[in-house]
């Protein structure tokens, strides 16, 4: 069963940086660099929204919020993927979860990243 947890969430002020990590269990390393991983959030009273993708080639793709201050990556062998998010803004808080393939069947369990003003 594939298993995806997500860590480095926290409490930063406006400006500040995080990095968020997915790590990925019950899978190879092949089958993990076979799928694209994307990170999502969720706002409260608000849909869960894309945030960013990668695919096995290393394409990425970004909301246009985010767009040059948040950059994903991905360490296929060590079956991680992450988020580096820069110059933080009070409306990036958000629960943040990883998703692991095109359909909803593996998600993370989410990190709260709460961005102060």
């Known amino acids: 069963q594939v298993q995806l947890v997500e860590s480095g969430g926290g409490l930063v002020q406006a400006g500040g940086s995080l990095r968020l990590s997915c790590s990925a269990s019950g899978t190879s390393a092949i089958i993990f660099r076979l799928n694209v991983m994307g990170w999502y959030r969720q706002a409260p009273g608000k849909r869960r929204e894309l945030v960013a993708t990668?695919?096995?080639?290393?394409?990425?793709d970004y909301a246009d919020s985010v767009k040059g201050r948040f950059t994903i990556s991905r360490d296929n062998a060590k079956k991680t993927v992450y988020l580096q998010m820069n110059s933080l803004k009070p409306e990036d808080t958000a629960v943040y979860y990883c998703?692991?393939?095109?359909?909803?069947?593996?998600w993370g369990q989410g990190t709260q990243v709460t961005v102060s003003s």
């Open positions: 998703k692991m393939g095109i359909n909803d069947e593996y």
């Open positions: 990668i695919t096995l080639p290393g394409n990425t």
